[in-house]
């Protein structure tokens, strides 16, 4: 055996290991970047819809719950993703004054005054851009070798 | 026992410290000028609030519902730039042990 040869790709392997062990957060995932950005655009649509009568959109609301819950569960079931997942706990709590909490305001006033529903949609589209910069911001995994 | 050449170390430092300044000074400088501008940001917009609220374009119950969305907002962009200080020191100490075994594997006569 000629162990000069064999300790370089040795010691490569090694840092192979260490450094597959040394990332304390998730890697960037291009679905969950596109979960995000596909549940702002469509909050924010529907967001839009708060100054006609909260009945007439009450499927598309529980549509659209129904999407966030996927997003949410999608980031949950990630390892190492405790960050995002607690920006998500935020962005639906429904007492964070985000976007849970919009349609309950919508849903008890019925409708909402267009100058607050024009500033509650920029305030939850900012709260969106944070998860998704922060999943953009994440490392991008190395591209396969054919 | 081995030991790595006094030259060796001297080209660890050195990438070390090229490393540092790419990877995390970067970071630092951009998580500061995000905290300027979030707050500068808060700062008219509480007042354009207050504003609307006065013009009775809003109401109370809404000027509160906004201000509560901005300390959510806040938090969730500590979040973030929590996040990207752990991508930053990930990518650091990535970076930092492929310098060390590289230059190891380079001192192998």
């Keep these: ?146 | 026992m081995a030991q790595l050449p006094p030259s060796t170390w001297q080209t660890i430092e050195q990438q070390t410290a090229a490393l540092a300044a790419s990877t995390l000074k970067g970071y630092t400088t951009q998580a500061v000028q995000d905290g300027q501008t979030f707050l500068a940001s808060t700062e008219s917009q509480t007042a354009g609030w207050l504003a609307q609220v006065a013009a009775g374009a809003i109401t109370q119950d809404n000027f509160a519902s906004l201000v509560r969305g901005q300390a959510s907002l806040a938090a969730m962009t500590a979040l973030k730039q929590a996040g990207l200080a752990q991508v930053a020191i990930d990518s650091f100490v990535n970076g930092f042990i492929s310098i060390v075994i590289s230059a190891a594997i380079a001192s192998i006569p």
């Design chain 1, 1 to 146: 055996m000629n162990l000069p040869r064999l300790l370089p790709s040795g010691l490569a392997a090694l840092a192979l290991v260490l450094l597959a062990a040394c990332a304390s957060i998730s890697p960037y995932d291009q679905a969950a970047y596109e979960k995000a950005v596909d549940a702002k655009v469509d909050t924010l649509a529907l967001m839009a819809k708060a100054t006609e009568s909260y009945a007439s959109h009450q499927k598309d609301v529980d549509a659209l719950n129904l999407e966030l819950d996927k997003a949410y569960e999608y980031d949950k079931g990630r390892p190492n993703n405790a960050l995002t997942v607690q920006q998500w706990d935020l962005l639906l709590d429904p007492h964070s004054g985000l976007v849970v909490d919009f349609f309950q305001e919508w849903q008890a006033d019925g409708t909402l005054k267009p100058a607050y529903v024009a500033d509650k949609r920029a305030q939850v589209g900012s709260a969106f851009d944070q998860i998704i910069g922060l999943e953009a911001g994440k490392t991008k995994p190395s591209p396969t070798q054919p």
